[in-house]
């Protein structure tokens, strides 16, 4: 009898996921130009006063042209290993797929064209940005956990070693405990929430290093990158 193969652990499974999608990001400039395009549109929709419905379709057309994108670098993968020469169907597949993309994207020009020619035709200042977003606190604190994401999947990404949950140019485990601290500090101003806090951090740095996955070298500066970027958002936001 053959033995069944070890169950992936659901870990491995995201990590396995996000390398895939840290090496289009990395080998497809197209990929890059989708993701820059995409932040921007994102970026830009805070500005307007968008219906929950809006919203999604935008994200929806987003997330489409993303997904083709990433399939069609899958097949060209695929084919490119299959194939050792020019084959007439080899061209056709490659084809329908970049047709794909192609429907993908005139798709989501529609519907950003249609969601925010309105709002944009109207007069937008970006103090209604931070009065719309400072308005209910849980709004920066999903924004500062989404800049955290970013910003170390991109030094994943750029440093070319380490997976999303290990491993990498910084630890990002330490830098959203140390954000987690830096946040309670300047919402609370509670010296006794804010020491149990960081003594958590503290303990999930520890427990990086302990676990051989970081240096304490990667783990410092998670940690300064999350109590850095902390402080820089909720002072962009609250000065305004």
């Known amino acids: 009898m053959t033995e069944r193969p070890p169950k992936r652990r659901f870990t491995d499974s995201v990590n396995h996921a996000v390398d895939g999608i840290i090496h289009a990001f990395r080998a497809e400039r197209n990929l890059r130009i989708h993701f820059g395009v995409a932040l921007f549109v994102l970026v830009l929709s805070l500005w307007f006063d968008l219906k ?4 999604i379709l935008l994200f929806s057309a987003i997330v489409l042209v993303l997904i083709t994108e990433m399939i069609n670098t899958s097949i060209e993968t695929i084919i490119d290993l299959l194939t050792l020469s020019h084959h007439e169907k ?4 490659k084809d329908v797929a970049a047709g794909a993309v192609l429907i993908a994207c005139i798709y989501a020009v529609v519907v950003a064209y249609l969601v925010l020619y309105h709002a944009l035709m109207g007069n937008v200042h970006i ?9 209910h606190q849980t709004h920066v604190i999903i924004l500062l956990v989404f800049i955290m994401l970013i910003i170390v999947l991109i030094m994943k990404a ?3 070693r380490g997976t999303f949950t290990s491993g990498g140019l910084a630890s990002g485990h330490a830098a959203l405990a140390f954000a987690a601290g830096t946040t309670i500090l300047i919402i609370t101003h509670n010296i006794l929430a804010t020491s149990l806090a960081f003594l958590i951090a503290l ?4 427990s990086r290093v302990e676990a051989k996955v970081h240096s304490w070298l990667e783990v410092i500066l998670g940690a300064l990158l999350g109590i850095v970027v902390s402080i820089a958002v909720f002072t ?3 000065r305004h």
């Open 52 to 55: 929950p419905v809006e919203v």
């Open 90 to 93: 080899a061209r056709i597949a």
């Open 127 to 135: 103090e209604d940005v931070f009065t719309k977003i400072k308005s």
């Open 158 to 160: 750029t440093g070319r």
């Open 203 to 206: 303990l999930v740095a520890h």
């Open 236 to 238: 962009l936001f609250y």
